[in-house]
């Protein structure tokens, strides 16, 4: 072998070495993917259950979607980037198919100032929502083209955007009557949001359309606070190196709903009884009502301490629901009694939610163009029902 072809060999290995490392230095927290198929289950779902990956509705997103401007499928035909309905948002929202994307590492939720001159696909629903022309927020929304149906296990790794608006991971039915949020989460600690900046909001909403109803439990246990986490926008924008948390619910039976953060058990809620995780202890309690109507205490719905453990016990949430007399899954019966039964689509998405804009908290232009901090990101969304 020449000098020279030597020296072109070396020259060429060096060019590789380059590019690989501008390939990292160009991608933020660019890491080996994980497999979202073995990367294990929570504890206490590891019982002796033999769980089954469902291909068909997990997704970790290690693939490109460029951003379009009209509906469209992605990831396989798993997902398309809107809403499961015409309707393009709560509040000041205004859901558009570009702010949707994949950049082959993320799923990427964009949000922008809502310009109606300049109006991105779909057009409005409806203009000027809430009266606020300058203050509309265009963001992203995907959903699914298969349903989950319980029993279902589902987790997602997700990084809330740094800015006020909800970062969204939740499951509807088709006919918006009932609902599980696995992750809802107020981002930025702007005036008058740092108090739900800190917190995410585990919940489930059970509707009447017509009159409009909606029953969701209220107490303060559906709000999950960590320890030195003052904002989780804040938290997983991390000065631009972002970071995510993992958000699950078990949905077990129609009266039966298990919320996890980080693979940890946190929540459990079970026919008439409820369970939170706080400071450490596991305290068990259930819901009252007075003339029809649920037991509000100090603005939350009142919870009647039944006993607290130190561990989690199912059968201990059995005889608190034996206690009770009133349901926490749908204590107005909106689903005829029957608890959460539908097939359910899953929906992950930004929005400006109306009872935020009122009360003033709403972004800035300078957040909105700041897209360092006003993106949600996911990096892996995984659905597992136990084996028959």
Same mark, same amino acid.
């Given at each position: 072998?020449?000098?020279?072809?030597?020296?072109?060999?070396? *020259?060429? %290995?060096?060019?590789?070495?380059?590019?690989?490392?501008?390939?990292?230095?160009?991608?933020?927290?660019?890491?080996?993917?994980?497999?979202?198929?073995?990367?294990?289950?929570?504890?206490?779902?590891?019982?002796?259950?033999?769980?089954?990956?469902?291909?068909?509705?997990?997704?970790?997103?290690?693939?490109?979607?460029?951003?379009?401007?009209?509906?469209?499928?992605?990831?396989?035909?798993?997902?398309?980037?809107?809403?499961?309905?015409?309707?393009?948002?709560?509040?000041?929202?205004?859901?558009?198919?570009?702010? /949707?994307?994949?950049?082959?590492?993320?799923?990427?939720?964009?949000?922008?100032? &809502?310009?109606?001159?300049?109006?991105?696909?779909?057009?409005?629903?409806?203009?000027?929502?809430?009266?606020?022309?300058?203050?509309?927020?265009?963001?992203?929304? *995907?959903?699914?083209?298969?349903?989950?149906?319980?029993?279902?296990? *589902?987790?997602?790794?997700?990084?809330?955007?740094?800015?006020?608006?909800?970062?969204? /991971?939740?499951?509807?039915?088709?006919?918006?009557?009932?609902? *599980?949020?696995?992750?809802?989460?107020?981002?930025? #600690?702007?005036?008058?949001?740092?108090?739900? $900046?800190?917190? %995410?909001?585990?919940?489930?909403?059970?509707?009447?359309? #017509?009159?409009?109803?909606?029953?969701?439990?209220?107490?303060?246990?559906?709000?999950?606070?960590?320890?030195?986490?003052?904002?989780?926008?804040?938290?997983?924008?991390?000065?631009?190196?972002?970071?995510?948390?993992?958000?699950?619910?078990?949905?077990?039976?129609?009266?039966?709903?298990?919320?996890?953060?980080?693979?940890?058990?946190?929540? /459990?809620?079970?026919?008439?009884?409820?369970?939170?995780?706080?400071?450490?202890?596991?305290?068990?309690?259930?819901?009252?009502?007075?003339?029809?109507?649920?037991?509000?205490?100090?603005?939350?719905?009142? %919870?009647?301490?039944?006993?607290?453990?130190?561990?989690?016990?199912?059968?201990?949430?059995?005889?608190?629901?034996? $206690?009770?007399?009133?349901?926490?899954?749908?204590?107005?019966?909106?689903?005829?009694?029957?608890?959460?039964?539908?097939?359910?689509? %899953?929906?992950?998405?930004?929005?400006?939610?109306? &009872?935020?804009?009122?009360?003033?908290?709403?972004?800035?232009?300078?957040?909105?163009?700041?897209?360092?901090?006003?993106?949600?990101?996911?990096?892996?969304?995984? /659905?597992?029902?136990? #084996?028959?």
């Amino acid at each position: 072998m020449t000098y020279k072809n030597i020296a072109l060999i070396l *020259i060429c %290995i060096n060019l590789i070495s380059c590019s690989s490392v501008n390939k990292v230095n160009n991608e933020t927290n660019l890491q080996e993917p994980e497999n979202i198929k073995t990367l294990p289950l929570p504890t206490n779902l590891q019982d002796g259950t033999v769980w089954e990956f469902q291909s068909d509705l997990s997704d970790d997103f290690n693939y490109k979607f460029a951003p379009s401007n009209k509906k469209t499928n992605f990831g396989k035909g798993k997902w398309y980037n809107f809403y499961q309905s015409k309707w393009d948002g709560p509040g000041t929202t205004y859901w558009k198919y570009n702010h /949707v994307s994949v950049d082959g590492n993320d799923l990427l939720i964009t949000s922008s100032r &809502w310009d109606e001159a300049n109006e991105d696909a779909p057009k409005a629903f409806q203009a000027n929502k809430m009266n606020k022309p300058n203050g509309g927020i265009s963001a992203g929304c *995907i959903t699914s083209n298969k349903q989950v149906l319980y029993p279902v296990f *589902i987790e997602s790794k997700a990084s809330v955007a740094n800015i006020v608006l909800a970062s969204d /991971v939740w499951l509807l039915s088709p006919d918006a009557t009932q609902e *599980i949020d696995i992750m809802e989460c107020y981002g930025g #600690k702007e005036p008058g949001n740092s108090f739900f $900046a800190k917190s %995410i909001h585990i919940s489930h909403h059970s509707f009447i359309r #017509k009159p409009f109803t909606d029953y969701q439990p209220r107490d303060n246990g559906a709000w999950f606070n960590k320890e030195g986490i003052t904002g989780w926008g804040e938290y997983c924008w991390n000065n631009g190196d972002r970071k995510y948390v993992r958000t699950g619910v078990y949905w077990k039976s129609p009266i039966h709903f298990e919320h996890y953060i980080e693979g940890e058990l946190v929540r /459990v809620l079970y026919d008439k009884a409820l369970v939170t995780k706080v400071n450490g202890k596991w305290e068990y309690g259930y819901p009252t009502m007075t003339n029809g109507k649920l037991d509000v205490k100090q603005g939350k719905q009142k %919870i009647t301490k039944f006993s607290t453990l130190n561990s989690y016990s199912f059968e201990e949430l059995k005889k608190a629901s034996n $206690a009770s007399t009133v349901s926490i899954i749908d204590p107005y019966e909106y689903q005829g009694g029957k608890g959460f039964t539908k097939p359910l689509n %899953i929906i992950i998405n930004l929005e400006s939610q109306d &009872w935020h804009v009122k009360a003033g908290r709403t972004p800035t232009d300078a957040d909105l163009k700041n897209k360092v901090k006003n993106t949600m990101k996911v990096d892996w969304f995984r /659905v597992f029902k136990p #084996k028959k």
